[in-house]
C-alpha cells in the first residue's frame, strides 16, 4: 500500500490558488521555484498528501501525487501522445487485462504503454525512432517504477515489415497507414485475438477497414470520443464553451477463425454470423 507521506524520488503535483499544476520529482537539495517564490524539495518530502505549503513569498500550493491522466499531461513528450479521453474507451474496447500479451506498434512517448501496463499486461512495443523508445522507457519508470519494465520490451523494428511475436492477444496500432501491418497481424493473433487502431483520419479509417476485412477479422467497430465539460457556478450550469472534440478515430476487430487447413475455407453461413459478408445489392 502506498504511503501517504511523501519521499524522495516520488512525482508530486504542486496546485496553486488558481488549480494550475506542476509536475515536480522530488530531489534531496533541489527547489521548486515559480514566479511566487520558491519552496524546497526538503520541505515537500516527509509531508502528507493534501498539505498546503508556502513559498518564500507566501503563495501557498496544495502537494497531491498525480493521476496518471495528469502525468500524461504533464510529461516529457517526443511524440504526440494518445490523450487520456481517448485511453480510457482504448482498455475498455481491446479488454486488457493482467497477463495479456499486447504488441504495441507506436509507443511514441509511452502514455497508452502506462496505461496497459496497469492493466497488468505484458507488453512488447515496436518503434523506429530510438529517441521515441527511449523518452517512452523513461516514462514508463518514471511513473511506474523501474520493476514494471520486466513486463515492457521495445525493439527498434518496423512493424509493417512483419511481426515475430506469435499466439498474441491484443495487438494496438497507433501508425500512419495500420493496413499494412494487418497481414503480420492476422498471422501474429490468436484466434479470437483483438486489434486496435488508433487513427486521426478517416480516410485511414476506410484503408484500415478494407485491409481488416480482407484478412478475415470478424465484429469490426469503429468509434469517435468527444469529451465535453459543464461549467457549474452558482445557478450557472451550462455546457463548457470549450470541448475536446476530435483526436483519432478508434477501430477495433477480432482475429477470425482459423481456416481449414485442408479446404482453406470457412462457410458463408459462419462469415455472415460474424458480418463479414459483403451485402447483397439491390437487384
Known sequence: MTSHQLAAGELVLLLDSKARRYLVTLTEGKEFHSHSGYITHAEIIGAYEGDTLRSTRGASYTVMRPTLSEFILKMPRGAQVIYPKDIGPILMMADLGPGL???????????????????????????IREEFADRARENVAKFLGEGVLDRYRIELRDCYEGIDEHDLDRVILDLPEPWKA????????????????????????????????AHRFVLPETIEVLNRGWYLEGAAVRPDHRMVAHTGFLTVARRGPRLDPL??????????????????QPS
Open 101 to 127: 500479451r499486447v504488441l504495441e506498434s507506436g509507443v511514441g512517448s509511452g502514455a497508452l504503454s502506462m496505461a496497459m501496463l496497469r492493466c497488468g499486461a505484458e507488453i512488447v512495443g515496436y518503434e
Open 182 to 213: 494487418v497481414p503480420h497481424a492476422a498471422t501474429a493473433l490468436r484466434p479470437g485475438g483483438l486489434i486496435l487502431g488508433y487513427s486521426p483520419s478517416i480516410v485511414q479509417v476506410i484503408q484500415f477497414r478494407n485491409a481488416l476485412k
Open 263 to 280: 479446404t482453406e475455407v470457412v462457410t458463408d453461413e459462419l462469415l455472415d454470423l460474424l458480418g463479414v459478408q459483403d451485402e447483397e
